[in-house]
Structure formats: C-alpha cells, structure tokens
C-alpha cells in the first residue's frame, strides 16, 4: 500500500537503543511516500503503527520518497495516484 505520511526515516536497523544517529533521526520528522507492508518479512524495515482495513498494528513499510514541503509532496501524490495522504505530525 501506498500512501503519503510524516515519519522519521531511521539511521540504521541498530535502532535508537544502541546507535546515536538513530536517536537523532528519530527526532527528525519528514514527509515521505512509503510502501506499507501487510505481511512480514525477513528483511530489515521500520515499523510504523497504524490501522489497514480496520485492524490497527504494526507494519513494515520501505521510504520511497522524502519531500521537503507538503506542496511537494501533494502535487507528487496526484501524479502517482496516491490518495491516502495524512501530513499530521502524529504522536
Ligand atoms: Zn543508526
């Protein structure tokens, strides 16, 4: 799935518990495209906590793409026909 969302995009898969530029990237928020998975992998992937078809949890999902304005990131969801656009800052 995808949609437009604010996020911090990590550092690295060591996480804010052991890496210090993960800690300051996840102060960082920014406006991304990003590709939610509904299943699990393997892979390393952040999380993101939110709810698809009704059942709220945690999904992988991959940056696509990082925009510096809204604007941005609006006229780019219009031309890749993404509707699902949330720009509020979250938690
Ligand atoms: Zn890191």
């Not at 530029?21 to 509904?38: D, G, L, N, Q, S």
């Not at 991959?62 to 780019?76: G, K, L, Q, R, T």
């Amino acid at each position: 799935m995808d949609m437009i969302r604010v996020v911090s995009p990590p550092h690295c898969r060591k996480g804010p518990a052991r890496c210090s530029e993960c800690r300051k990237a996840a102060r960082v928020k920014k406006i991304c495209h990003i590709h939610v998975y509904t299943t699990t992998s393997e892979n390393f992937r952040p999380i993101i906590e939110m709810e698809i078809r009704g059942i709220p949890g945690f999904y992988e999902y991959e940056i696509i793409e990082v925009f510096e304005s809204p604007n941005d990131a609006i006229e780019y969801a219009k031309r890749n026909d993404i509707s699902n656009i949330d720009l509020s800052m979250g938690r």
